[in-house]
């Protein structure tokens, strides 16, 4: 149900990243893709992208930037005049915005924060959605944002802001009959996720409190989970948030709190 389709995919920096799993098990299930990168990053989303069974091209992307965007989806028409899905893995927020900053984080970082890691999800499928003529699939990378958790600051309201975006790109694209979805994940070791004060301490929490267990080492039972949602057996899903964290989200922790969920980041 996904061989054939054309899907990019945002947000690879190394190979232990949930999209380049994503990229791997697409390949493999017989799908074309395209992998972005931005600026000084784009050599390592390259060095990446090499490791892949077939090693696609890179596109310059600074999702902050209509004028990249605008040259992405003409890029995608010249080279495929099309396509059918799209992966949103990028998420940033300044130093000044996580860590326990959160009252005193300026204006200026929480704005940068909500304009990278939830925005930029309503921009992506905006310049994407015309070349979905018989429909498609955006999925993106979240973070359960029913509670706030220690360090995670404004990323953490700004995923809030993801799970709202997601419910209204839901509404404007289905009837162009264009599916939007987010995969809340369980921690992924990862480098960008090991700078952000916290995350290890979570990851290895993580294991025991999921019922079903967990291996943060290893993004594949997420990357099947955004490729069912790219594939057409979702095709009459859309607007969820589906937690692929073994379970964890659904249970208390011996303390009597809820168990945290990712804090994968991927630059932009």
Known sequence: MIAGKRVLITGVLTRKSIAFAVARELQHA?????????????????????????PPDVLELDINSEED????????????????????????????????????????????????????????????????DEGGSVVGLDFDASVAWPSYDWMGVSKAALEAVNRYLARELGPRGIRSNLISAGPISSP????????????AG??????????TEDP???????????????EA???????????????????????PSSLELASH
């Open 69 to 132: 965007l605008a040259g992405l989806a003409g890029e995608i028409e010249d080279r495929w005049g099309g396509l059918e899905g799209a992966l949103h893995a990028i998420a940033f927020a300044p130093a000044d915005a996580i860590g326990g900053r959160f009252m005193e984080t300026p204006a200026e970082s929480a704005l940068e924060a909500f304009r990278t890691s939830a925005y930029s999800y309503k921009a992506l499928a905006q310049h994407l959605a015309p070349l979905m």
């Open 237 to 259: 899903i859309s607007g969820e948030v589906i937690h692929v964290d073994g379970g964890a989200h659904a249970v208390a922790s011996t303390n009597g709190a809820s168990a």
């Open 192 to 203: 960008a996720a090991s700078g952000i004060d916290g995350f290890d301490h979570l990851a």
């Open 30 to 54: 017989g799908a074309e893709v395209l992998l972005t990168g931005f600026g000084r990053t784009r050599r390592m989303t390259e060095r990446a992208a090499a490791k892949l069974p077939e």
């Open 206 to 215: 993580w294991p025991e409190a999921a019922p079903l267990g967990w291996d």
């Open 220 to 234: 594949t039972p997420v990357a099947r989970a955004v490729c069912f949602l790219l594939s057409d057996w979702s």
